[in-house]
């Protein structure tokens, strides 16, 4: 099992930026794709951005040229930069380990627990 901490989540006007960051237990960056998931209230938790060791990367349309994943293997860390952030971007973010073969949709692997985004003027 990986543990996993986020960190950097806060309030923000519309338009400002953010960069959330998760610390992995274990050298996990081999054998693990790592994203970040959120969940807006009444919402089903949906994908954010996902990377894999060998850096391929997959985003959902409404963050795509807005926010970032990266990743320092050194450091067992993944990060997703958040640019431009709109009033919908409001969620509690979850950043996730899950098998390299597994998809990036099901809801399996290793959670955080949590950090809340808040945008609002």
């Known amino acids: 099992q990986v543990q996993l901490v986020e960190s950097g989540g806060g309030l923000v006007q519309p338009g400002g930026s953010l960069r959330l960051s998760c610390a992995a237990s274990?050298?996990?960056?081999?054998?693990?794709?790592m994203g970040w998931y959120r969940q807006a209230p009444g919402n089903q938790r949906e994908l954010v951005a996902i990377t894999t060791a060998g850096g391929h990367t997959n985003y959902a349309d409404s963050v795509k040229d807005r926010f970032t994943i990266s990743r320092d293997v050194a450091k067992n860390t993944v990060y997703l930069q958040m640019n431009s952030l709109k009033l919908e971007d409001t969620a509690v973010y979850y950043c996730?380990?899950?098998?390299?073969?597994?998809?990036?949709?099901?809801?399996?692997?290793?959670w955080g627990q949590g950090t809340q985004v808040t945008v609002s003027s």
């Open positions: 274990g050298s996990i960056f081999g054998n693990k794709k």
């Open positions: 996730n380990a899950r098998p390299l073969y597994s998809s990036d949709y099901s809801d399996v692997g290793d």
